[in-house]
T-cell receptor
Framework: AQRVTQPEKLLSVFKGAPVELKCNYS??????LFWYVQYSRQRLQLLLR??SRESIKGFTADLNKGETSFHLKKPFAQEEDSAMYYC??????????????FGQGTILTVHP | DGGITQSPKYLFRKEGQNVTLSCEQN?????MYWYRQDPGQGLRLIYY???????QKGDIAEGYSVSREKKESFPLTVTSAQKNPTAFYLC????????????FGPGTRLTVL
């Protein structure tokens, strides 16, 4: 079974400080992971996916197979980054794209 | 305007009543999902469907039922058997092939009075 774990339910930082949201996974097969974000009063939406190695809104996430982690990082947090963040696998892989199980979510609060 | 819509936005139900939440998508996605979001518990999967006329239970399916008669629609019924139905419900869909990004609806907040 694919599982992701986000150990921190709440994370608070001050504006301009670095932030890291943790995500660990246990997987069979080749992992592929995403970070989703939910801003206040907005839909849950994709933030970034590891396979594209992109940086979105200053956030990056590197898949570390040795540590089975996919932590989300930003060097200088902004107040508008305050949101709920979810780590998630895409599904069972291959042609079976069924069950998706999200991490428990981390609420990030960036203080002025 | 493509996307996923959920209705209603707010729903109130008396105890003992069944209620159906609507989810429609025009993205031509094969897979659709229902999640429940509670404070401090993140997203929990209720049911999912990979294809029309087929669906599977998620982690917390008890007290819920679904149907998938059309590709575009995946309604969720919250039955009177669901012990704690007050929650925020999210519907999502995804393409069959990659990329595997999920697209989410705006959600329905159900309150049992």
């Amino acid at each position: 079974a694919q599982r992701v774990t986000q150990p921190e339910k709440l994370l608070s930082v001050f504006k301009g400080a670095p932030v890291e949201l943790k995500c660990n996974y246990s997987y069979s097969g080749s992992p592929e992971l995403f970070w989703y974000v939910q801003y206040s009063r907005q839909r849950l939406q994709l933030l970034l996916r590891h396979i594209s190695r992109e940086s979105i809104k200053g956030f990056t996430a590197d898949l570390n197979k040795g540590e089975t982690s996919f932590h989300l990082k930003k060097p200088f947090a902004q107040e508008e980054d305050s949101a709920m963040y979810y780590c998630a696998p895409p599904g069972a892989g291959g042609t079976s794209y069924g069950k998706l199980t999200f991490g428990q979510g981390t609420i990030l609060t960036v203080h002025p | 305007d493509g996307g996923i819509t959920q209705s209603p936005k707010y729903l109130f139900r008396k105890e003992g009543q069944n209620v159906t939440l609507s989810c429609e998508q025009n993205l031509n996605h094969d897979a659709m999902y229902w999640y429940r979001q509670d404070p401090g518990q993140g997203l929990r999967l209720i049911y999912y469907s990979q294809i029309v006329n087929d669906f599977q239970k998620g982690d917390i399916a008890e007290g819920y039922s679904v149907s998938r008669e059309k590709k575009e629609s995946f309604p969720l019924t919250v039955t009177s058997a669901q012990k704690n139905p007050t929650a925020f419900y999210l519907c999502a869909s995804r393409r069959a092939g990659g990329p595997y990004e999920q697209f989410f609806g705006p959600g329905t907040r159900l309150t049992v009075l």
